[in-house]
């Protein structure tokens, strides 16, 4: 799945260890959703939208169609 969080996480002004410790997870898990590597959990996604702000559809996308609006 591709995500947003790179973008977000760089819009807010934050290291991946900043997020991580806003998140409570580590550094290498937000790694991980940022490369595509790890899918979160539902609970972490709806952290990752409260704090950004944004609802989870709009930073979660299906593989593929990231970039597009």
Do not use: C
Request: net charge negative.
């Amino acid at each position: 799945m591709d995500s947003r969080i790179r973008e977000l996480r760089e819009r807010f002004g934050w290291s991946q260890g900043e997020l991580a410790e806003r998140l409570q997870v580590s550094r290498q898990t937000v790694n991980a959703i940022e490369t595509g590597k790890y899918d979160p959990s539902l609970p972490l996604a709806f952290k990752l939208a409260r704090l950004f702000g944004e609802p989870i559809e709009a930073i979660f996308l299906p593989d593929g169609i990231h970039g597009e609006k």
